[in-house]
């Protein structure tokens, strides 16, 4: 089971120059079971001893409403950027803000995507009805799509959000193993 802290009530206690408190990595993806929660803690411009110190507050009080380890790694806005920085990408992409209760992206105008494109070609018709049934649902049952908020864009192109692109390419590898995916800020 996830563990969703984004999706909690948090009273957090923490100083006027954190810009976000971003959760992220396999924490929040759907059917994971995480050894541990990572934290980002993003600061407005500060001194790094003043966001060590500020992060390990933080820390703490995560750690209460967690039964895993929490992992926190304090960034400001200029290092989150940097391209030395290995945890930008599932920050920027994946995270979720514990403050704003929404994707860290939002806070920029951007939502980020998942877009899969698959190839039915080769394959006979019931395998095609078969992961028809698997995306759009059977007999009043809900498929991925529904069940997990993604669209079909056109024949051959789905989009799912990003929490979810374990969940749909384990089901796809089950039928296909002629797909891509790409991900999209939009």
């Known amino acids: ?9 948090l009273k957090l206690n923490c100083s006027k120059d954190v810009f976000d408190i971003v959760q992220f990595g396999s924490s929040v ?7 541990d929660i990572d934290i980002a803690v993003i600061f407005q ?7 060590l110190n500020h992060a390990q507050e933080i820390k703490k009080q995560l750690q209460k409403e967690s039964n895993v380890p929490i992992h926190i ?9 940097d391209e030395a920085n290995f945890a930008k990408e599932g920050i920027l992409f994946y995270g979720k803000s514990l403050v704003y209760k929404d994707y860290f992206v939002n806070r920029f105008g951007l939502n980020p995507r998942i877009q899969i494109s ?20 059977k007999k009043g049952e809900y498929g991925l799509l529904k069940k997990y908020g993604g669209e079909l864009l056109k024949p051959g192109l789905i989009e799912v959000y990003p929490e979810y692109e374990n969940v749909f390419v384990t089901s796809i590898k089950k039928t296909l193993s002629d797909f891509k995916l790409k991900k999209i800020l939009c």
């Open 45 to 51: 411009k500060i001194p790094l001893k003043d966001q």
């Open 29 to 35: 993806m759907e059917d994971s079971s995480p050894n």
């Open 118 to 137: 698959y190839f039915l070609e080769k394959l006979e018709k019931k395998d095609k009805i078969r992961f028809h049934y698997m995306l759009r649902g």
């Open 73 to 81: 790694k304090s960034f400001d806005l200029y290092s989150l950027f």
């Open 1 to 9: 089971m996830t563990q969703k802290l984004w999706l909690k009530k």
